[in-house]
């Protein structure tokens, strides 16, 4: 059935035209509708021309006045014969219809329809088809009823069959809305003021449809005539069509028969079949939509609100919802059974009451245990619903001694009560509390059997997002113990990172990041990404960086280690790709080492004008590739200048050049900023927004230091024992010098011990030592053995093999590292507070 448009005088109608005169629209199929708004007094606050056709009264009569006044209705009680009534189906008393009444005065929280009688001043009785829609949120309006001619209706419809409903026939599964047109010419004072009242009389209207509609007819000066929205009715009503006396007799006894659980009387067995059917294809329906409006994503959070706000309020007036506390985690659990120590988290709550009733006494997101004796246990235990037809005064007291001060019995005793358990693969996840309220039908075994099929739908899609979120747990998990912490400061440089993961399905990501120390105050900082997502391309990552890690503190040249690298990739197998820069800041000489392998450059940003450039260096293949040179470029630079390396995430957009992201790259890289994170933050604001980025970003920003000349003193030393003694006395003389005296006991004795070995184990190149003071005092002992030192243990009568064991002991950090001529070894004292 569509219903139309209201106008001012329909085609056929005068403007005098009383309400029993024809009121079928000339388009075949329409009617007009009266719609009336209700507010939370019980007064009028919207009467449409449609009303005021039917209802024979003016507006100016009809707003702020008590809606029961201006609605005369008869009753809808079947009797046999009428004088009044042709087809002998309805009496003539006074008063208003039981279903519209209780919609009227707010007793009934759900929607209802049904058909009555008007008695309209000078003019015949009209029969009258009426929708009632209560109206939830923090408006006044309380209720919003729909009302139409029945009598236009059946002239339109009525095919001819003998017998045929012409109702039955033409009862609409779906609604389309109304035309807003009866409030488009003068109900409403200002444009404004209409944009933001019809989404409150007509619900499934938004805010930004009702601006267009109002924009529409301010531009161009006449009435939107006709609006059409689909929407499912929610509710399927007995529209009290007319029918013979007797059958309506049989249909009543059957439906009481059906409703007691009662044997049906054979002379009402058709009746209630027809009942039953009904019945069963109604619940067929809702299923059907509710299954579509809940998995729509794999958020575990939107699904548990989908869940919920799927059966208010046409299945039920309440709907708690509550979950395992491994489930809202996102964290695998046993398969057992649940006992009374398992803790249930409730994690939503849609309701029909007044809002924030429930907020204070039962708050979402509040743990709790349930004890053995009462029916939520019992359904979390058995897996199958629970059905309470009526929750009395004493259950209402035993279910509130478990929410300790809160008394929650003037919410739940009288109530219809039914629990359907949440399962999937037979492991109960949660379980939602249904209540009803006490002027609504109980909860009866349809109504468990409809439930409890609406339980095992909801509990597979709550699985399939519980699964989805505890395997992004992992992989993020995965990601994050694979990424480095740095230290702020390191030897030479400050350094900020940030890792963004993509917004992709599956939002873990090869991308890293990685800064190692070098001997010689040097710094390896490194940024690299395996191509593609998910748990593989993360375990890759995790794999090239380690071995970056490896041969970093091998002090390998740049363009060898990724020669290696990719010599590793190949082993690994050729399933990923990956690209990786990898840089060498040395400070003592004020340059970067670069090599890169097919990664984007990185960014220098210089202190001296604050202008900003690409750093030119040979491209080079992906890691993985096999076969291709790699080369490697020295770039000076100078203390304060600032090197930006990122992933591709940063800059490449879909559809545009990705020299366009580099320029933009370099221009917020070049920004004044108060700190390093302040600096990268300024970079992700500027790029990491542009054009819906999806891929994940990893971003490492440096500022490079030097170490000043005096803050350096190297000596070397004759392959001769007696040199041991010259470098204890050089480390004091020196130490003294720096005002650093305090560390000089210290460093004397540790540096003499890797001279020691130094001078042992060199084979013709003289010894080098060196001090460099920075941030920490570093001390380093080169020679041309080419095997590193190992720590011993040493026995009572061993001459050899305490050195290392000492230096390990008293340093701040020790290690050794090969390089072309020789090995490295050097400690780490920290530099006294001042």
């Keep these: 059935m569509k219903h139309g448009t209201e106008r001012d005088t329909p085609p056929g109608r005068g403007a005098g035209a009383g309400p029993g005169t024809v009121r079928t629209d000339p388009v075949a199929g329409r009617v007009p509708l009266a719609v009336v708004v209700v507010d939370r007094d019980g007064l009028v606050s919207h009467w449409s021309r449609g009303a005021r056709r039917l209802f024979a009264l003016p507006k100016e009569e009809a707003i702020g006045r008590p809606a029961p006044d201006l609605l005369p209705v008869s009753g809808v009680l079947p009797e046999t014969g009428n004088a009044g009534d042709t087809d002998g189906s309805w009496a003539a008393y006074d008063g208003l219809g039981p279903g519209l009444e209780s919609s009227l005065d707010g007793r009934l929280s ?33 209720l919003l009823v729909l009302a139409a001619d029945a009598d236009a209706l059946r002239r339109d419809h009525v095919t001819g069959e003998p017998g045929e409903d012409p109702y039955r026939t033409a009862a609409p599964t779906t609604v389309e809305r109304i035309a807003p047109g009866f409030a488009l010419h003068t109900d409403f004072p200002g444009a404004d003021e209409l944009a933001r009242r019809l989404p409150e009389i007509l619900p499934s209207m938004s805010v ?18 006709e609006f059409s929205r689909h929407d499912r009715v929610p509710v399927t009503p007995d529209w009290g069509v007319p029918r013979r006396a007797e059958r309506s007799a049989r249909r009543e006894r059957a439906a009481r028969a059906l409703a007691a659980g009662e044997p049906v009387p054979e002379d009402v067995r058709e009746e209630a079949e027809d009942l039953e059917y009904a019945a069963v ?25 989908e869940v919920s706000r799927a059966v208010v309020p046409r299945f039920t007036d309440v709907a708690g919802t509550y979950l395992r506390e491994q489930v809202v985690a996102g964290e695998g659990f046993d398969d057992g059974v649940p006992d009374t120590t398992t803790m249930w988290h409730r994690v939503a709550l849609e309701h029909t009451d007044e809002p924030g009733r429930w907020d204070d006494v039962v708050p979402v997101g509040e743990a709790m ?3 053995a004796h009462t029916p939520f246990f019992q359904c979390m235990t058995s897996g199958e619903p629970v059905l309470v037809p009526r929750i009395t005064e004493e259950m209402g007291h035993a279910i509130a001694s478990q929410f300790e001060k809160r008394d929650i019995r003037p919410l739940i005793t009288g109530r219809s009560m039914l629990l359907v358990p949440l399962k999937a693969r037979n492991v109960v996840l949660g379980f939602m509390i249904l209540l009803r309220h006490p002027e609504r039908p109980v909860f009866n075994d349809m109504d468990r059997v ?15 997002a519980r699964m989805y979120t505890y395997q992004e747990n992992v992989a993020e998990t995965l990601q994050d113990s694979m990424l480095p912490h740095i230290p702020a400061r390191m030897a030479g440089c400050d350094i900020a990172t940030r890792y963004l993961p993509g917004t992709l399905l599956g939002r873990v990501g090869g991308d890293w990041f990685d800064a190692v120390k070098l001997p010689g105050a040097r710094t390896a900082l490194v940024v690299g990404d395996v191509m593609g997502h998910g748990l593989g391309s993360a375990a890759m990552m995790g794999q090239l960086r380690t071995a970056v890690q490896t041969m970093a503190g091998l002090d390998l040249p740049p363009a060898q280690l990724l020669r290696n690298l990719d010599d590793l990739a190949q082993r690994l197998g050729d399933t990923y790709l990956a690209t990786c820069l990898y840089v060498v800041h040395d400070p003592l000489a004020g340059e970067l080492h670069l090599a890169n392998a097919g990664h984007i450059p990185p960014v220098l940003v210089r202190a001296a004008d604050g202008g900003s450039e690409l750093i030119e260096l040979p491209t080079g293949a992906p890691i993985g590739v096999g076969g291709v040179p790699f080369e490697a470029v020295r770039v000076p630079v100078a203390p304060g200048d600032r090197l930006v390396m990122c992933t591709d995430g940063l800059v490449e957009v879909r559809g545009e050049d990705i020299g366009t992201g580099l320029a933009a790259l370099c221009e917020s890289a070049a920004h004044p900023a108060a700190s390093m994170d302040d600096a990268c933050d300024t970079i992700i604001r500027a790029l990491g927004t542009r054009g819906g980025r999806k891929d994940d970003v990893a971003l490492l920003m440096a ?19 007696a040199e041991v003694g010259r470098a204890r006395a050089a480390v004091r003389e020196q130490l003294h010098d720096w005002g650093l005296a305090r560390l000089a006991d210290t460093a004397e004795l540790m540096a003499g011990e890797l001279v020691t070995n130094a001078v042992r184990h060199a084979h013709a190149r003289p010894v080098q030592l060196r001090l460099v003071r920075a941030d920490t005092l570093l001390c ?11 720590l011993r243990s040493a026995g009572p009568t061993d001459e050899a093999g305490r050195g290392l064991r000492v230096v390990s002991t008293l340093a701040r950090e020790w290690g050794a590292s090969r390089t072309k001529t020789g090995k490295t070894v050097w400690f780490e004292l920290t530099l006294p507070r001042r």
Excluded: C, M
């Design 110 to 142: 759900y929607p209802a329809a049904g058909r009555a009688r008007l008695t309209v001043p000078d003019d015949d009785r009209v029969d009258v088809l009426w929708w009632a829609y209560p109206l939830v949120g923090p408006g006044p309006e309380r």
């Design 281 to 305: 294809r109604e619940r067929l329906e809702f299923l059907n939509e509710v299954s579509g409006r809940i998995g729509t994503s794999l958020d575990l959070a939107r699904t548990i609100v």
């Design 450 to 464: 409809t439930g409890a099929e609406l339980a095992a739908r909801a509990g597979l899609v709550l699985d399939n």
């Design 369 to 371: 245990p349930f004890p």
């Design 208 to 225: 930004g449809e009702s601006a267009r509609i109002v924009a529409q007819v301010l531009e161009l000066g006449y009435p939107v005539l």
């Design 780 to 790: 380093e002992v080169d020679d041309d053995d080419h095997d590193l030192p190992a």
């Design 703 to 721: 500022r490079l230091g030097g170490i000043d000349a005096d803050a350096v003193a190297e000596w070397r030393l004759a392959r001769d024992p």
